[in-house]
């Protein structure tokens, strides 16, 4: 069976105060792993779509990262706007576009 | 672009109860799928549809129906309703039924008595 794990189940940091989140997937055969934001009340927001081992993206101060068996999301000098919910999904082979999703890390910064 | 819109944001049903949660989109996505998202479990695929006129079940479609007469809309439908179905619903859409990322909808939440 497929599944996602994400780690830790919630983190408090201060502003500036870099840290990584880990997600670790056990799947079938990865075809793509994202990384979504989600707000309180509001539904996830896409961030980062990684296919192979190696690859890394950036948006501000984020940064994804993907290995053979995990994927970390790296957030470099946070402020507290970055308070939110992240979630990381996997799509399989002959999945087509299904993901199954890990329960998330609520990440709280602090002025 | 309005991008996926979703109808109601909240809704409360009693037990036995049937109901339609509406989904639209206007990006021309090939797929749209529904998700459930309950506390502790993260998002679960109810059902989705790689064009209009098709549709396949996902992980925990029971107790749902759904159609799809257009590119646009994916409406999910609650044939009687129950508190296990009591949870938050999102509907997404992406471009292609390919590993490609998903953009999601404001949710519905559900309430079921």
């Known amino acids: 069976e497929d599944q996602v794990t994400q780690s830790p189940e919630a983190l408090r940091l201060q502003e500036g105060e870099s840290s990584s989140l880990n997600c670790s997937y056990t799947?079938?055969?990865?075809?793509?792993l994202f990384w979504y934001r989600q707000d309180p009340g509001k539904g996830p927001e896409f961030l980062f779509t990684?296919?192979?081992a190696g690859e890394e993206k950036e948006k501000e101060r984020l940064k994804a990262t993907l290995t053979k068996k995990e994927s970390f999301l790296h957030i470099t000098a946070p402020k507290p706007e970055d308070s939110a919910t992240y979630l990381c999904?996997?799509?399989?082979?002959?999945?087509?576009?299904?993901?199954?999703f890990g329960t998330g890390t609520q990440l709280k910064v602090e002025l | 672009n309005a991008g996926v819109t979703q109808t109601p944001k909240f809704q409360v049903l009693k037990t036995g109860q049937s109901m339609t949660l509406q989904c639209a989109q206007d990006?021309?996505?090939?797929?749209m799928s529904w998700y459930r998202q309950d506390p502790g479990m993260g998002l679960r695929l109810i059902h989705y549809?790689?064009?209009?006129?098709?549709?396949d079940q996902g992980e925990v479609p029971n107790g749902y129906n759904v159609s799809r007469s257009t590119t646009e809309d994916f409406p999910l439908r609650l044939l009687s309703a129950a508190p296990s179905q009591t949870s938050v619903y999102f509907c997404?859409?992406?471009?292609?039924?390919?590993?490609?990322?998903?953009?999601f909808g404001p949710g519905t939440r559900l309430t079921v008595t």
């Open positions: 997404a859409s992406s471009y292609s039924a390919s590993a490609r990322e998903q953009y």
């Open positions: 799947v079938s055969g990865l075809r793509g």
């Open positions: 990684l296919y192979s």
């Open positions: 990006m021309n996505h090939e797929y």
């Open positions: 999904a996997a799509a399989v082979t002959g999945g087509g576009n299904k993901l199954t």
């Open positions: 549809s790689v064009g209009a006129g098709i549709t």
